[in-house]
């Protein structure tokens, strides 16, 4: 089975029976291309979505998501001060 990366939903186009999701990569100038084109019966999608909202809304995975960004901004902060920092002999 393929694994898909997308930096994001481009287009979404909804159909009763079927909705299809343009997914894009970022090419790094700003712009986003199509990458790949998923085509799911829209009430398997509604259902997907609702699972998707009902997992991001519980509190385990609300506290797993801050620690996660406290760690992140904890290691942003001392790759800033150490990149900030004097250099060794010169305060």
Do not use: W
């Amino acid at each position: 089975m393929p694994t898909i990366y997308a930096d994001a939903v481009i287009d979404v186009v909804f159909g009763f029976y079927t909705t299809k999701l343009v997914l894009g990569e970022e090419l790094g100038n700003g712009q986003t291309r199509a990458a790949a084109v998923v085509a799911i019966p829209t009430e398997q999608l509604v259902r997907v979505c609702a699972g998707i909202v009902n997992e991001m809304s519980s509190p385990s995975m609300i506290r797993g998501i801050e620690k996660r960004q406290e760690s992140y901004l904890g290691s942003l902060k001392d790759l800033f001060q150490a990149v900030h920092a004097p250099p060794k002999g010169k305060a």
